[in-house]
């Protein structure tokens, strides 16, 4: 009941079967009254938004999402994507040649190309280290992790969920024993904040991106990136604009370097307090774990009617709001149109290691009935079609 | 008359004095609405939009933008703001230890910042050539632009309209000497594209940025940059992401590079065709040449008031909406402030070498009423305070 008040809540359009929340989140509309108020105040007197009003808006948001996320609000700016947040460090990272970047063969792929341009241009070396599936445990996932590690091992960079698998990686563990190692920590929360508690002081590692925009329920184009204190000072500004040799230094080198960005609508960033009053006041908690309790209980429904290995056992180390589960289908995209164009479903059909995944989100406006959905359309394709193979 | 039916098009604010729509345009209605429009269909379906209809849309834009800047759609590409064009290129040049950059001491900051940024880092120069005032023609500014110019100089890079000073410079001119002299040429028409005509096939510069969101009366974030055939393959992108090196690239990689750019509002970008509707409905060179006449027939007034040479003598061939003065104040933030906050007036009070200017831009909203009512602050200012030396 509560699931259905929350959908109402909701932009996205009757009709769809929408199991693609984690691909580009959807945006309640209480938040997403407050983006456009914010772009209506910016254009009744643009001079005095930008370097008025609306910096004192940007302060108090950084200030919410690090209450948020358990960190100093210096220590966090905002940027578009995690791609972003990637691309800064990898840019600013003081690589000498030889030198490796540790990560999985799950990353998102914008990463992955990130991380391989900056290395290549350095000579160092960017190690995806295989995972084998079905993960037995989150020691099985360690211990497979840190065969990859070497003496010229400098960082390890992994997603916090992975994007395709919808895994939660035991980033925990991997940051400590990374630290107790001498490596620096790079986590990938693309996928985390809003779906699973990110206490960023707790955590500890060096570097931290996070979309706002999905699991966290803000308009498109709101991310941010932490970095303690301690390693502020490595990393350049991905766009050179006027805070860097800042005529006029604020307090922070880092928001300087990092915040001051040409002219942009930056209204997106400051609708973070609005997207965490939304959450309180809908008692998130709560919502993300029924929506947890349906991914979980349909994970092995999925996979039998598929015919697939599941992904990981201990499920409940793993999975929250995301399922992935692997379909052997020759032709993804026509399967993924397919399922879009005669069952109204919107749901990925990935690409990952030669292996194909279906993987369906659960977020509030979302029930039972959308995975009986599914469920019966893919049945559908399995019993009328070649496109599934079981 | 033409005037007033226009200013309620704007979002502005009553009761300001709006003198700096230089800074950061100003959104007509019609447009600001279709902006928002988009943002809604965004939302209402993600998936969709993204990769489908908003794809189509961009496409869409960039033609319409080709077409009125008359270059090819495959030779632009949308960005942020000209400070991320100049950022592209400046991080791509393949500089050699001791190749210079010529420009002029007129450029805007976050762009000296980059080229000084890049130089840096590949042990090449970048030389602000002096200018000096008043400019007596075009002739004499090319002259002395030229000065600067050396064995080792390789590119050229040169606004076609001055931030602080808001004279056009003759870039036409400019460009084609140096292409005759072998160097590249990069044009920064941040202020140009809807102040003035810009037609890249005459102008044959090899890179191009401008904003669309001064001028051309689009939201904030909507700027392009302008790469010849020749010399796209030299633009790595600026956020390394699925374009680079893509699995599924399209028939330009220019595009593939600099298009994709992770999860964002790219909705500013496809307001280009609304606005550009919008200045053909609206009649928009004789809006803009009415804009210049009073522009240009207050500059002595403003001259003789503050005790100023001029910037330049052939008015004409410097000045279209945009029109700096120079000002002997002291405390130009201070005199900044008390224009807003008494006379309510939003004007900049800029500094450059050594120069403190006042700058006056005139858009469709204003009339020689808001000049008058500068001249009198300023001059109540001069008699009472000791703010202003004349």
């Known amino acids: 009941m509560q699931s259905n008040n929350l959908k109402s809540q909701f932009l996205l359009r009757e009709g769809i079967t929408y199991l693609n929340f984690g691909a580009y989140g959807a945006c309640p509309k209480p938040i997403f009254e407050r983006y456009q108020q914010y772009q209506l105040e910016l254009e009744q007197e643009p001079v005095q938004f930008i370097a008025g009003n609306g910096m004192r808006y940007l302060k108090e948001s950084r200030e919410a999402l690090a209450a948020y996320l358990n960190c100093l609000p210096n220590d966090v700016v905002y940027v578009t994507n995690p791609s972003y947040a990637v691309n800064i460090v990898a840019k600013s990272f003081p690589f000498k040649e030889g030198d490796e970047v540790l990560t999985t063969n799950l990353e998102y792929g914008a990463c992955d190309r990130t991380w391989n341009y900056y290395c290549d241009k350095k000579g160092a070396k960017y190690l995806r280290q295989k995972i084998q599936f079905p993960l037995q445990s989150k020691e099985d996932f360690i211990e497979q992790f840190f065969k990859g590690l070497t003496s010229k091992t400098k960082m390890v960079f992994i997603s916090h969920i992975t994007s ?25 929360g693309a996928h985390a904040p809003g779906q699973i508690p990110v206490d960023l002081r707790i955590l500890q590692a060096d570097f931290y991106t996070g979309a706002c925009h999905k699991w966290m329920l803000t308009p498109k184009g709101s991310s941010f990136l932490y970095v303690t204190k301690e390693r ?18 604020s307090h922070s080198q880092f928001l300087d370097y990092h915040q001051t960005q040409g002219t942009r609508d930056f209204s997106a960033f ?3 307090p609005a997207a965490i ?3 309180n006041e809908n008692n998130w908690p709560a919502v993300a774990e029924n929506c947890r309790t349906i991914t979980l209980s349909n994970a092995d429904r999925f996979c039998k009617l598929l015919n697939a290995e599941p992904l990981c056992y201990n499920k409940e180390d793993f999975i929250f709001q995301l399922c ?19 069952y109204k479903i919107e749901i990925p059909v990935m690409m990952l290691e030669g292996m194909t995944l279906l993987r369906y989100s659960i977020q509030a406006f979302n029930s039972q009935e959308d995975l009986d959905v599914l469920y019966y359309a893919l049945k559908d394709i399995v019993e009328k079609t070649s496109l599934i193979e079981v």
Chains 1, 2 share one sequence.
């Open 164 to 188: 395709s698998t919808g895994l939660r990686l035991p980033v925990e563990e991997i940051c400590a024993m990374a630290k107790q190692k001498g490596l620096l920590t790079f986590v990938d």
């Open 232 to 249: 502020q000072g490595m990393c350049d500004p991905l766009l050179i604009s006027w805070g860097y040799n800042s005529a006029t230094p």
């Open 270 to 272: 400051l609708t973070i």
């Open 277 to 279: 009053d939304f959450m």
């Open 324 to 342: 992935s589960t692997v379909i052997k289908a020759k032709q993804p995209e026509q399967l993924h149109r397919l399922l879009f164009d005669k």
